[in-house]
């Protein structure tokens, strides 16, 4: 995983979201199956466009 995803993902846990979403480019063709690979869902597309989203499991803590 990227450290980008890493910190977005840490960042959406921290304040108390559960899901967060993207947007790639359908190419190349391989980032569909990197996203899939680390979890991500794809649910929609427009264009050259692919959006994905992600759940991301309770932090366990509460507050900012």
Not at 1 to 19: D, H, N, V, Y
Not at 36 to 47: E, L
């Amino acid at each position: 995983m990227t450290i980008e995803l890493a910190l977005a993902e840490a960042e959406t846990q921290r304040r108390g979201f559960s899901l967060t979403r993207l947007a790639t480019h359908r190419l190349p063709r391989e980032n569909l199956g990197y996203y899939r690979h680390q979890g991500w869902t794809k649910c929609g597309g427009d264009g050259d466009k692919i959006y994905m989203h992600k759940t991301i499991p309770a932090s366990g803590h509460s507050g900012p």
